[in-house]
C-alpha cells in the first residue's frame, strides 16, 4: 500500500527559480531566504519520498485561456520545464509515474471529481521551483513527480472546500494503491501578493501567518473562506493558496509542524512554507 508520509506547502516564486539558474543565491538579497531552505532540504533528504504529488497553476504555458479545465493530472511518462519567455529552466526533466498518476485519475473521478487527464504537457515555474527549493541543483530529480495543475487564474476558480475535499479523495486514492510508495503532496502558490493594477506588490504578513495557523490546526475554517476575501485579502494571486488546502485535505485532521517560516519579500511575494505530517 502507497503511504501519503508528508505535506509541503510553499510559494513558487518565479524569481526564486532565476535565481537558482543564475549564481545569484548567495547575493544579500536572496541569501537570508536560501538559508531558511537548509532544513528542508534536509528534512526530505531524510524521509526521501518516492513519489511528489505537486499541486500547482499553470501560467499560461501548457494550458491557455483558450481550455481552462479546474483539476488536471499530468499522466505522461516526463515533463520538460517550459519556455517563459527567456528559454527553458536548465534543469533535469522532470519524471512523471503514468501508473500511479493514471490511478489516480480512475479514482478521482470514481469520487466524482471531473478530473482532466493530460498525457503531453510542459511544467513551469509553479511546479519547478517548489522541486528547486526542496532539492537544489541535482543533475536528477530525486523522485518521480505527478503534476495536478489547477485553475486559480481564471475566475471562477475552484471553492478552498472543493480543494479540501480533493485532497481527502488523492489519501483515499494512494492508501488502495497496490504498490508500497511513499508520497509527499506539494500544496504550492501565495502567500500574498499582487502582480497588477493599483493594489500592485500587496502584502498582508498578519493574514498569512493566520492562515499558516489555521491550515495545520483548523483546515476546515480556511476551506471557508471566499473568493472575495481571498482577493481582498491576499491579492489577485494571493488566491493560489487555495492549493495548500489540497495538500492539507490528504493528511490527518491532527498533524504536527515539522518547520515553517515566512520571508518577506520574496520578489514582490510574502513567501511561506509549511512541512507537515499527520500526528501519530
Known amino acids: ?40 532540504r534536509q528534512w526530505i533528504d531524510e524521509v526521501k519520498p518516492d513519489v511528489c504529488i505537486i499541486v500547482y497553476n499553470d501560467h ?27 528559454g527553458p529552466r536548465p534543469i533535469p526533466d522532470v519524471e512523471g509515474d503514468p501508473r500511479l498518476a493514471w490511478h489516480l485519475c480512475e479514482s478521482l473521478i470514481m469520487d466524482d471529481f471531473d478530473i482532466t487527464m493530460v498525457n503531453d504537457m510542459t511544467v513551469d515555474h509553479g511546479l519547478t521551483v517548489p522541486l528547486s527549493i526542496m532539492y537544489d541543483q541535482p543533475e536528477a530529480w530525486p523522485c518521480k513527480v505527478i503534476p495536478l495543475a489547477v485553475n486559480v487564474v ?4 475552484p471553492k478552498g472546500s472543493r480543494c479540501y475535499a480533493l485532497g481527502k479523495a488523492i489519501r483515499k486514492a494512494i492508501e488502495a494503491y497496490d504498490r508500497d510508495l511513499k508520497v ?15 493594489r500592485a506588490g ?21 476551506a471557508k473562506i471566499t473568493h472575495t476575501e481571498w482577493l481582498r485579502e491576499t491579492g489577485s494571486e494571493g488566491i493560489e493558496a487555495i492549493m495548500w488546502l ?8 491532527q498533524v504536527e509542524e515539522v518547520y515553517r517560516f515566512t520571508h518577506c519579500a520574496a520578489s514582490n511575494t510574502n513567501y511561506g512554507m509549511t512541512i507537515l505530517t499527520d500526528r501519530d
Open 184 to 198: 509527499a503532496i506539494f500544496g504550492t502558490g501565495g502567500l500574498s501578493h499582487q502582480l497588477q493594477g493599483p
Open 154 to 157: 481564471q475566475y471562477p476558480q
Open 246 to 253: 489540497i495538500m492539507r485535505g490528504a493528511l490527518n485532521e
Open 202 to 222: 500587496l502584502i498582508n504578513a498578519e493574514f498569512d501567518e493566520k492562515f499558516l495557523d489555521d491550515l495545520a490546526a483548523r483546515p476546515e475554517e480556511v
Open 60 to 86: 499560461a504555458h501548457a494550458f491557455d485561456l483558450r481550455s481552462i479545465a479546474t483539476f488536471s493530472i499530468g499522466t505522461g511518462e516526463s515533463f520538460k520545464s517550459s519556455d517563459e519567455g527567456y
Open 1 to 40: 500500500m502507497a503511504k501519503i508520509i508528508a505535506g509541503v506547502g510553499t510559494s513558487h516564486v518565479p524569481a526564486i527559480g532565476a535565481a537558482v539558474d543564475n549564481g545569484k543565491i548567495g547575493d544579500d538579497y536572496w541569501a537570508p531566504l536560501f538559508d531558511k531552505f537548509g532544513p528542508a
